[in-house]
């Protein structure tokens, strides 16, 4: 849909005999992102569009599309049925990730507990500290 509305703008544009940098400034927009309209990047916003339109002289109308063909729907109905296909299929892989995470999990659990290094060496330092406060003691007493 945007492709339509992208080569619309354009031809309205050139037919109008300006350059984007002119409609732009007309339209109240960056000349880059008339330059992105037009190429069909990124989406468009109905103000912005008006703007546009109103610097080109035109309306914004709404012009139904013609019923979609048998064809395509049957079509479409195709890839819905290998996308549930491809869904069915896809269903153990999720469980076996289920089961490899629990098992992860499990791991890092017995690895949650330990000490961090900071805590180790503050506790080597407190150990130290009771050694020789005992040891002053050892040797204060008859």
């Given at each position: ?52 339109l ?7 109308a ?12 049957a ?58 406060r ?9």
């Amino acid at each position: 849909m945007l492709g339509d509305v992208s080569a619309q703008l354009r031809a309205l544009r050139a037919a109008r005999g300006l350059t984007q940098k002119n409609l732009a400034l007309l339209a109240g927009i960056s000349q880059q992102h008339v330059s992105h309209l037009e190429q069909g990047m990124g989406g468009v916003e109905l103000a912005t569009l008006r703007k546009l339109l109103d610097a080109l002289g035109q309306e914004l109308a709404f012009v139904p599309r013609a019923p979609t063909p048998a064809a395509a729907l049957a079509a479409r109905a195709r890839q819905w049925d290998r996308l549930a296909v491809w869904e069915a299929a896809r269903a153990p892989v999720s469980e076996s990730l289920a089961q490899a995470g629990a098992l992860a999990d499990f791991f890092l659990s017995r690895h949650a507990a330990r000490p961090t290094q900071p805590e180790l060496r503050a506790h080597a330092q407190r150990l130290r500290l009771w050694r020789e406060r005992l040891a002053r003691i050892r040797t204060a007493a008859p």
